[in-house]
Each structure stands twice: as structure tokens, then as C-alpha cells.
């Protein structure tokens, strides 16, 4: 048989026959393939993500539910003007589309105020740079409370009173009264000078009974 025999329809329409229908196979396996994974994962469907910032916990446990998905707590911040414990954002972000019964992660406001260190800002700045570094660490300043002592020198920190030391922390945020000097003498100079009239009174007294005893002779 020749080759143009062979591959003639009429001479050989046997294995044209058998071509086809392995072509036809070939592309009935493939289209089923297609078709079942599209059906195995839900090809053009999704949930779209609802929005649950600035809800707790629990209502977007429900809102979600109620959507098909899952939700769960992964991280917190502090946002001053947020309820505790709000919902501050979610991944994926509202408006996505997801699968059934995806789980949706949530970042809150933390449940309790994070503490910071004060400034060391005692003995050691001007009422302005004290003033500076505290604003700048996120404090907020009541009006200041002023002491015995060298003119706008800050000599403490008070929080609700209590005269904070050194490396001491206090909730962000929380209103904080410096002590400041009012430019009069301090106390401890005060009492120095006095101790030393004293002082001067009591040896001039002293000096003044000698001279007298030494005039008996």
C-alpha cells in the first residue's frame, strides 16, 4: 500500500475513523476536566465582603456568619477616639470577593489604654522644652502647678496628683501637670540662709562674751 493510499478515506477509512473518534475523546476528557474544576471551585462565584468596622466582636461574628464566612481576632491597636474592642479593619477589606467559608481576620482597638514612659524632663528642662517633649510623646498638659524656685524651671511631673519618677508610665494620652519654678528662692535655699544668720548671730554672741571675759583681766 502506498503512502497516498494509506492515507486515502476511501482505501484506509478505517483509521481515519479511529482518528476522529480519538480526537472527539480527547476533547470530551478535556471539557470535562474544565468543567468539573470550575464546579470544585466555584469559578465566577464569591461572597462579597461585608463591611464590619467600628462593630464588636460579636456583631461581626454575626454578620459574617450570616454571609457564609468566618472571622477571627489576629491583632489590636490603640485608637483614642475608638470604643474598645471596635473593630478598627478587616482582611479582606469590605467589598471583596471571597469563597464560601472563608475566614476573615479583624484588627481592634485595644481593650485596655497601652502605658508609655514619661520624658525626662525633672530638674533637667525650661518650661518650653519640657512642654515640647511631652506634646511630642502624645501627652496632654493641664496648667501648670508652681513651686518655690528658679523662674519656668521644671522641677516634676504630676499625673492625677501623684508626682511621677523618673521612668514611671502613665496611660497614653492622660493630662499631665508640670512643676514649674515661680521664681521665688527655694525653700531648701531659704533655710540655708537662715541656718546660716543663725549661725552668725550665735558666734557673734560668743565673740562678744570672750571680748567681755577678757576684759575682767
Not at 461585608?50 to 489590636?76: H, W, Y
Not at 525650661?126 to 523662674?151: D, M, P
Amino acid at each position: 500500500m502506498t503512502i497516498k493510499k494509506f492515507f486515502s478515506f476511501k482505501e484506509n477509512k478505517y483509521f481515519w475513523v479511529n482518528i476522529i473518534a480519538m480526537l472527539l475523546v480527547a476533547a470530551a476528557l478535556m471539557f470535562g476536566v474544565i468543567k468539573g474544576l470550575a464546579i470544585y471551585t466555584r469559578h465566577g462565584e464569591g461572597i462579597v465582603v461585608p463591611n464590619a468596622k467600628n462593630m464588636t466582636v460579636a456583631q461581626a461574628e454575626m454578620l459574617f456568619r450570616n454571609s457564609g464566612l468566618l472571622c477571627v481576632v489576629t491583632d489590636s491597636t490603640y485608637v483614642k477616639n475608638k470604643p474598645a474592642g471596635c473593630i478598627l479593619d478587616h482582611n479582606p477589606a469590605a467589598g471583596q470577593k471571597v469563597k464560601e467559608g472563608r475566614v476573615i481576620y479583624l484588627t481592634i482597638n485595644a481593650l485596655n489604654i497601652p502605658l508609655r514612659q514619661i520624658p525626662d524632663v525633672a530638674d533637667n528642662s525650661s518650661v518650653r522644652q519640657a512642654e515640647a517633649r511631652i506634646l511630642a510623646s502624645g501627652f496632654k498638659l493641664g496648667e501648670n502647678e508652681y513651686i518655690s524656685g528658679e523662674k519656668d524651671w521644671v522641677y516634676g511631673v504630676k499625673y492625677r496628683g501623684h508626682q511621677l519618677l523618673p521612668g514611671e508610665k502613665v496611660p497614653t494620652g492622660a493630662l499631665l501637670t508640670l512643676m514649674v519654678g515661680d521664681g521665688s528662692a527655694p525653700i531648701d535655699s531659704l533655710s540655708v540662709k537662715t541656718d546660716s544668720l543663725n549661725n552668725d548671730s550665735v558666734d557673734g554672741a560668743k565673740a562678744s562674751e570672750q571680748v567681755k571675759d577678757d576684759s575682767w583681766f
